[in-house]
């Protein structure tokens, strides 16, 4: 199983970066799939889970409004658009397979190497 992220950079608050998650090695549209960041200092924090059709997305407070999870089955690929960034949003994202069907997810058994995202003027 892979994972792998892409996307990240540095951004001014209010701007948008747009992240990805290639994977590889499992039956994609079979699984929720899952976003999770880590800020500097701090543990991870979930963000958001789609389930996989794709037809339910389930968001974190902190994000609502402001993010959209996606994926498409036929590239097994997963998406997060992120818009109106702030400074706190300052942390590695990382893609993640849950490890059940509960939102939000209490495990992963795989996960990405992450995408630095950095919000700053």
């Known amino acids: 199983v892979q994972l792998v992220e892409s996307g990240g950079g540095m951004v001014q608050p209010g701007g948008s970066l747009r992240l990805s998650c290639a994977t590889s090695?499992?039956?994609?549209?079979?699984?929720?799939m899952s976003w999770v960041r880590q800020a500097p200092g701090k543990g991870p924090e979930w963000v958001s889970t789609i389930t996989a059709g794709g037809l339910h997305t389930y968001y974190a407070d902190s994000v609502k409004g402001r993010f959209t999870i996606s994926r498409d089955n036929a590239r097994n690929t997963l998406t997060l658009q992120m818009n109106s960034l702030k400074p706190e949003d300052t942390a590695l994202y990382y893609c993640a397979r849950p490890r059940s069907w509960r939102v939000p997810p209490l495990e992963y058994d795989y996960r990405g190497q992450g995408t630095q995202v950095t919000v700053s003027s």
């Open positions: 090695g499992f039956t994609f549209s079979e699984y929720y």
